[in-house]
């Protein structure tokens, strides 16, 4: 596995899309500052998931987009692919070439994929954790990190190795399942919270329930017994009401028979009064009259029949002797003739018209009678007003009864809403007194929280000054390291301009004359000036020493200078002036400071860099044969040396002493560290603290909102018990009112039925007087109808004939006048008057009959007139004797009309009573009258009957007390709750104990491969070590190695010749190649398929330079190197070459060339890998454009 191309576009410097082909081995890019070689470094960081934009050198991610030049826009996005060769599969995924993509729009969206499919951050790092390119990208050496290494905390250098042995999977595992963990202690927490709260709440509602249930049991049991006594109720009631009705019916059987007998005695008595009233002459002198007026008319109509058979006799014999027109004129005064007789006749009728108005007014005075008697309306009247009377005191009755039912229930509602008032009035003082807990609690949260904002904001203010002098501390303590690093280069660089470690093995070389002379800060340069190469003198004991020296020197061909001191043993002491040279100086060898004295006496130093200063003029220098100053110009005699520096001096003692100030610096940078660490902490305590507070404060709040809501809600309940209450009592009230308003009508009512009672015997007998009268009445207008019809009959024949005359003279008078034809008309009237004869004569027959038999009724109505008048008495006796039989009839009848009112207002009850208590145990119970007949008597108490045994139920339900109906369901439910709450207890804690078991394997895991892992580090960290530094010794240590999940790891190294164990002091270079061995270690352990390092090795010099491509050289074949370098050294070993350059206004360009062999191939050839170099420098060597053209970057 290795990279096989990277593609930039919109990244940084990079305008145009670029590609650059990676390939195995070594490859080199190169090019100018500011072109933009570090960020192709970026790019592979930020492809790779790079997330923090200080960690790409910017300011926010945002940045990392081109910002535009003078010629070129900005652009909208950035995009960078890096293709990977999986040919071996060594990336779990089934693709020989993976290509991972990363987009950044301006507006802040990101994409990232894989093989051109969208994915996630995640899918990348968990794609290339186990390749060893980790999260924190170890495998990328960028500018700065090599210091990094050595000045992280331990736990740093712990995750780089954690990261290459791709332990950071199992840490996010870890992490994963620790916050899963903590999710499960805040949930077990506040189940185990709420679990007490419903325990605590369960013990008083599972009482409640108790005495629900046993509320509810002794409520079925007293149901039971009012149901058998209903059912035992219902059965009496219906017994007395079956025997009413067979009394009822009786009775009625009874009062028909004897309302029959009446009916039979009335008839008699009125057809004994009738025959009373014949018996006394009336109606047989009414029928003797009758019998002669008939008499009277028959023969009456006997002459007229005569009368009318002479005339027509005299008309046909008219007829038969005269003319038509006579015959005529005789009919006329025949007609003329009959119409008198007519006139005759009906007057004579008028006796009889005076009878019949007669028998009118006598009927007409039996209708005043009667009108005059109470009728049967009256009698009807009474009726309906009785029955309504009757039908008002049952509906009185059943207003009686369910008024008290109503009672009843009110007075139940009354007795348990008042204790339900009791209650809520103690509940409300417990609720009052925990409001005024809640308050209390909420007024001292805001105390703790004020208390705690005003340390919070104490705190915050002693942390901004703690870490200002922190920051500070370190700023001192960056410019204690530049100052000691640079001393430290110096006197390295003296040491090596010397080649004193080429001799330091000789017996008698005592060093370098620069690291025993200390100069003044001022006069520096001057010393230098001076003594020139002196300063790279080696000092040397003795001849002999030097002389071994030089035979070295000349043997590997190399310079050298030396002094001797045992030849400056003999240099006086001298005095000088205060203007010398040799003031300047101080030796800590004596011999050697009298030498230096005596070489440095004559030479004066000026501060004057003015004209004056010049020779011969009037500066201090004039006068004098040898001055110099602070520039290094030198002046002796005529000679005017300008600029004549040497190497600086750099004595042992300042080095040590820039040693102490940096130690001093950085002890101060760690204890102000530690108090700004310290103060962050109790900032954060004290943030959390606050935070603790204010969710106190907010919990009291929410409790105190919680009381107030209960007690309003209290407040509420108790305002509906009053409510309720008052309403109940009002209802008993109006009960009252209603029952004493019952009371009064139903004592109206019965007053009112007694005094219908009487009226209506009275009744009862007049109507009995009046159907006597009436059917006397009836008699006599049949009498009279009788007599009227026979009048009107004779009237209406008479006044027919009389018509029938008066319109024949008028026709004979038409005839007369038109003198019609005679003779057939007067044959015509011939034979009618024949067929008149005949028809008379028939009725003169007739009426002879009939005047025999009305005479033969006449002397027998006379005879039977007699004979009543005799037998009168008789009768007026049994009349009597039958009145006084009815008058007992009547009585009894009464006396049975009230038995059975009283008998119907009794069944009435009866009926009452049944039909409520039925429509009650309907309306509560649900049961019709067959299935209550079905209840079954209930077992009860020995000796007890079921009434008592209801009394006592109904005591031990009062004794209950108040009873909540829904606690039987609270409780199913809170114990349902509770069993639910107890099995997330338990899966909680079952969860619990899984992930702790998981958290022991991974930090097991861990532990173990960090320990497997750290070992090997260790192990190629030595070995490295002493290849960078011959002689020298590398280890690793463990912080805290009983603790293997969170131990950092020290680096503790000893150089050769030197006792340096700080890593802060030591040089540039070393710094960097133990950071190289730390990393190289870390890559030999456990290899990645590539590394990239960014000028790695700017610090090294010519022979850590060349041990650095050694490494180099090492590492070829195990795994691909991309090297950002300036060295050519290091482009000597590269197997590609990659240039970047960026022209003025424009965007980073690169240029690649593949050398496709290693050095000795090109060396065969003739030319080598530098020429080629130089090629693709001189192909970058057009102008630059300056970071500041580019827009953002450089």
């Not at 209406?796 to 006048?817: F, I």
Request: proline content about 2%; overall charge negative.
């Amino acid at each position: 596995m290795f990279l096989k191309s990277l593609t930039i576009h919109g990244f940084k410097s990079f305008a145009t899309k670029q590609v650059l082909d990676l390939e195995p081995g070594i490859s080199v890019v190169v090019g100018p500052n500011g072109s933009g070689k570090s960020n192709i470094v970026d790019a592979v960081a930020w492809v790779l998931g790079a997330q923090g934009a200080r960690a790409l050198r910017g300011g926010e991610m945002k940045d990392v987009i081109f910002g535009g030049t003078p010629n070129r826009p900005a652009l909208g996005r950035a995009q960078v692919s890096l293709v990977i060769d999986n040919s071996d599969r060594y990336l779990p995924i089934d693709f020989t070439e993976v290509t991972i993509s990363r987009t950044l729009y301006r507006s802040g969206d990101s994409e990232y994929a894989i093989n051109g499919a969208a994915c996630r951050l995640l899918d990348i790092t968990e794609l290339l954790s186990d390749s060893g390119v980790g999260r924190s990208r170890h495998v990328i050496v960028s500018q700065g990190h090599l210091d990094d290494v050595l000045r992280s905390k331990p736990e740093d250098r712990r995750t780089m190795i954690e990261d290459a042995a791709g332990i950071l999977k199992f840490r996010r595992r870890r992490e994963r399942s620790q916050r899963r963990l903590d999710d499960t202690e805040k949930d077990l927490t506040r189940l185990q919270d709420l679990l007490r709260e419903v325990r605590r709440q369960i013990k008083p509602l599972e009482r409640q329930a108790a005495a629900a249930q046993r509320h509810g049991s002794l409520v079925a049991v007293l149901d039971g017994v009012r149901l058998r006594q209903a059912s035992e109720e219902v059965a009496a009631l219906s017994d007395d009401l079956s025997q009413s009705e067979m009394a009822q019916a009786d009775l009625v059987s009874r009062r028909r028979q004897l309302k029959s007998a009446l009916d039979d005695l009335e008839a008699e008595i009125a057809e004994r009064e009738a025959a009373l009233v014949d018996d006394a002459g009336d109606g047989l002198r009414r029928g003797a009259s009758s019998a002669e007026t008939l008499l009277e008319r028959v023969k009456g109509r006997q002459r007229l029949v005569v009368e009318k058979l002479r005339g027509i006799r005299a008309s046909m014999d008219a007829a038969a002797d005269a003319s038509v027109a006579e015959t005529l004129v005789a009919d006329r005064a025949s007609s003329l003739a009959r119409l008198d007789e007519l006139a005759v006749l009906i007057n004579d009728l008028e006796p009889e018209r005076q009878r019949v108005i007669e028998a009118r007014e006598q009927l007409s005075e039996l209708d005043r009678q009667l009108d005059a008697m109470p009728g049967r309306a009256n009698q009807e009247r009474l009726t309906r007003e009785l029955a309504q009377v009757d039908g008002a005191l049952r509906s009185h009755t059943n207003d009686a009864d369910r008024l008290g039912q109503e009672r009843t229930r009110l007075e139940s509602r009354i007795s348990e809403h008042a204790q339900q008032l009791a209650d809520a009035d103690v509940a409300r003082l417990l609720r009052t007194d925990a409001l005024a807990t809640a308050k209390e609690a909420v007024v001292q949260a805001q105390e703790r929280l004020e208390r705690s904002v005003a340390r919070s904001e104490s705190s915050d203010a002693e942390f901004v000054v703690t870490e200002g002098a922190a920051d500070a501390a370190r700023s001192e303590l960056s410019k204690a390291t530049a100052a000691f690093n640079s001393i430290q280069t110096q006197f390295d660089m003296a040491r090596q301009a010397a080649g004193v470690e080429r001799f330091a093995d000789i017996p008698g070389v005592v060093g370098t004359l620069a690291e025993l002379v200390e100069v003044r800060e001022s006069a520096t340069t001057a010393v230098a000036s001076v003594l020139s190469d002196l300063v790279k003198a080696i000092v040397v004991q003795d001849v002999s020493v030097a002389a071994e020296v030089r035979e070295r020197a000349h043997a590997h061909g190399e310079p050298a200078l030396m002094v001797i001191r045992s030849l400056c043993v003999s240099v006086p002491e001298i005095e000088v002036g205060t203007d010398s040279l040799a003031n300047m100086i101080r030796c800590s060898d004596p011999v050697l400071h009298r030498w230096l004295q005596q070489r440095l006496a004559e030479i004066s130093v000026t501060r004057n860099d003015s004209l004056g200063g010049e020779p011969g003029g009037g500066g201090a220098g004039a006068g004098v044969g040898f001055w110099v100053d602070a520039n290094g110009d030198q002046f002796d005699g005529a000679v005017w040396r300008l600029g004549q520096t040497g190497a600086a001096t750099v004595s042992r003692s300042r080095l040590d002493d820039a040693a102490k100030a940096l130690a001093d610096a950085q002890s101060r940078a760690e204890e102000l560290s530690a108090a700004a660490k310290m103060a962050r902490v109790e900032r954060d305590e004290m943030r959390n603290a606050h935070q603790q507070a204010e969710n106190e404060r907010r919990g009291a709040q929410r409790n105190l909102d919680q009381a107030e809501r209960a007690l309003a809600t209290f407040d509420d309940a108790q305002a509906g018990h009053a409510r309720v209450l008052q309403e109940a009592r009002a209802g008993v009230a109006e009960l009252d009112d209603r029952e004493r308003a019952l009371a009064a009508n139903r004592a109206s009512l019965m007053a009112q039925r007694e005094q219908l009672t009487p009226q209506i015997r009275d009744a009862d007998a007049q109507a009995a007087q009046r159907r006597n009268l009436r059917s006397a009445r009836d008699k006599h207008a049949h009498r009279c109808s009788e007599s009227a019809r026979a009048l009107e009959l004779s009237e209406t024949q008479l006044n027919a004939e009389r018509g029938q005359l008066q319109t024949r003279v008028a026709e004979l008078d038409r005839r007369l006048e038109r003198h019609a034809s005679e003779r057939a008309e007067a044959q015509i009237r011939r034979q009618h008057l024949d067929d008149q004869i005949i028809a008379y004569e028939g009725v003169a027959v007739r009426l002879g009959a009939v005047e025999i038999r009305v005479a033969a009724i006449a002397t027998r109505l006379a005879a039977q007139l007699q004979d009543v008048l005799a037998s009168g008495r008789e009768v007026t006796r049994q009349l009597a004797e039958l009145r006084r039989q009815r008058s007992g009839l009547v009585k009894t009848l009464g006396d049975l009309s009230a038995g059975e009112s009283e008998r119907i207002e009794r069944r009435a009850t009866l009926k009452t009573r049944l039909d409520t208590l039925l429509e009650a145990v309907l309306r509560e119970y649900g049961l019709n009258p067959e299935a209550l007949a079905d209840v079954p008597c209930p077992e009860l108490p020995s000796g007890a009957t079921l009434d008592q045994y209801r009394r006592e139920l109904e005591r031990e339900l009062r004794s209950l007390g108040v009873i909540n109906p829904l606690a039987v369901e609270e409780f199913a439910e809170l114990r349902e709750r509770s069993e639910f709450l107890e099995g997330q207890l338990d899966d909680v804690k079952k969860a619990r104990r899984e992930l702790n078991g998981i958290i022991r394997s991974v930090d097991s895991e861990i532990g173990q491969k960090f320990s497997d892992a750290f070992e090997d580090v260790s192990c190629h960290f030595s070995d490295l070590f002493a290849k960078l530094f011959p002689g020298g010794e590398g280890r690793l240590s463990l912080t805290e190695p009983d603790d293997p999940l969170n131990t950092g790891v020290e680096i503790f190294v000893q150089i050769a010749g030197k006792n340096v164990r700080r890593l802060s002091l030591l040089s540039g270079g070393e710094r960097s190649l133990t950071s190289m061995a730390f990393l190289f270690a870390i890559f030999r352990a456990r290899p990645s398929p590539f590394y990239i390092l960014d000028e790695v090795e700017a610090a090294l010099d010519d022979v850590n330079l060349h041990r650095f491509l050694a490494l180099l050289e090492e590492f070829r074949k195990e795994a691909q190197l991309l090297v950002v370098t300036h060295q050519k050294r290091t482009m000597d070993v590269a197997e590609c070459l990659h240039g970047v350059s960026q022209r003025p206004s424009e965007g980073s360009v690169v240029v690649s060339e593949k050398i496709g062999g290693s050095a000795e191939r090109e060396r065969a050839s003739g030319r080598s890998l530098r020429d080629r170099s130089d090629d693709v420098a001189s192909h970058l060597s057009e102008p630059q454009a300056t970071p500041a053209e580019i827009g953002t970057h450089g």
